[in-house]
């Protein structure tokens, strides 16, 4: 709940796209091998999201 709420703050008060956010939190949570089985999935959806 913490880091979500770390997520609004920052979406909110910077400059960059959520998606480079999310990428950035995504990369420092990839050594957790418990939280990166969650992301192969986000990763396939961004990438048809973009394809068009």
């Known amino acids: 709940m913490e880091k ?3 997520w609004k703050k920052r979406s909110a008060e910077e400059t960059k ?3 480079a956010i999310y ?4 990369s420092a949570v990839s ?4 939280a990166s089985s969650h ?5 396939r959806m961004k ?3 973009y394809s068009h």
Do not use: N, Q
């Open 39 to 43: 992301f192969p999935l986000f990763r």
């Open 17 to 19: 796209p959520i998606l």
């Open 31 to 34: 050594a957790v091998a418990s």
């Open 23 to 26: 990428d950035e939190e995504v």
């Open 4 to 6: 979500k709420a770390g």
């Open 47 to 49: 990438s048809t999201m």
